[in-house]
């Protein structure tokens, strides 16, 4: 009886040892499955982070080069649009003619909204991060600020002189219907109604100058049809003298002189539209070397 409980305690014991081994080692196999599981999943979601990354690297850059592309072609066509605009100036200088202006949509895009640092590293992630890429970075940047500013200061310098030229314009329009009045009324006044020659010349410039006047070059055709003949006329026949002709010559000549203020400012809008259209030409040409690499990538 004895011997059976000891021989009994003995296999409970090892029972009980059996028993707690096999739990321990079933909890941790566990514990080991649901460690791997963890990190498995870490992994899967580093993994898909990493990718996610890239994703939105490629992204940028796609947009990045989409957007570049759009603005080579936009600061082309500005550049051309600049120098046919000069042209058309030249040809027809008191004529008022539009400047043909390509939406700049996306310039200020590229200028206003875009976060440098962010394309930046999407960019060196790309081409790496040494001297040539953050130069090549750099320029297209640049190119992109240079480029915005050519534009904002077309669109300032064409305004103001506009409303410059447009001013002097109505100023010689004025100062010719008050000189054409004076002339108008040689007939009455006393020391010039009975200088036949003169009412007879004046009479035949007003002839030869509504003949010739057009809607499109008016203010060329009063200078040279109407206020240089008179001038000319004047100054010939000697009749400076007499004062009310003395004073038509000086009204006469204050016609010449906002004629070529108005002259001078033309050309001084046709030159800096010129040098508008270089500087857009040049900054595009920057553009189109910086960015090549990127213009290149296949998506």
């Given at each position: 009886m004895i011997l059976f409980l000891c021989i009994d305690i003995q296999f409970f014991s090892i029972s009980l040892w059996q028993d707690l081994l096999t739990g321990t080692i079933g909890a941790f196999l566990g514990f080991l499955g649901a460690y791997f599981i963890f990190i498995r999943g870490i992994k899967n979601d580093r993994k898909k982070e990493r990718q996610r990354f890239k994703d939105e690297q490629l992204d940028k850059l796609k947009y990045f080069s989409i957007?570049?592309?759009n603005i080579i072609k936009i600061s082309k066509k500005q550049s051309e649009n600049y120098i046919l605009y000069v042209n058309k100036i030249k040809l027809k200088p008191f004529e008022h003619h539009l400047l043909g202006n390509i939406t700049n949509n996306d310039i200020k895009r590229a200028t206003n909204k875009l976060n440098l640092e962010e394309y930046y590293l999407a960019y060196i992630s790309r081409f790496g991060n040494d001297k040539n890429t953050i130069k090549e970075y750099k320029d297209i940047i640049s190119s992109f600020d240079y480029i915005d500013t050519i534009y904002d200061e077309a669109v300032r310098i064409l305004k103001e002189k506009l409303e410059k030229i447009y001013q002097m314009k109505v100023n010689l329009n004025s100062a010719f219907v008050k000189v054409c009045d004076a002339c108008g009324?040689?007939?009455?006044?006393?020391?010039?109604?009975?200088?036949e020659e003169v009412l007879e010349f004046f009479n035949t410039t007003f002839k030869i100058?509504?003949?010739?006047?057009?809607?499109?070059d008016g203010f060329i055709t009063q200078k040279e049809k109407f206020i240089e003949p008179i001038m000319q006329f004047l100054i010939e026949k000697n009749y400076l003298g007499i004062p009310y002709l003395n004073k038509i010559f000086f009204q006469l000549k204050e016609c010449t002189i906002i004629y070529d203020d108005i002259i001078f400012d033309v050309n001084d809008l046709?030159?800096?539209?010129?040098?508008?259209?270089?500087q857009m030409k040049?900054?595009?040409?920057?553009?189109i070397e910086s960015s090549k690499r990127l213009i290149k990538i296949e998506f």
């Open positions: 957007l570049t592309e009324q040689t007939i009455y006044i006393e020391n010039v109604k009975d200088q100058f509504f003949e010739c006047k057009t809607v499109s046709c030159e800096a539209f010129r040098v508008f259209a270089d040049d900054a595009n040409n920057t553009l």
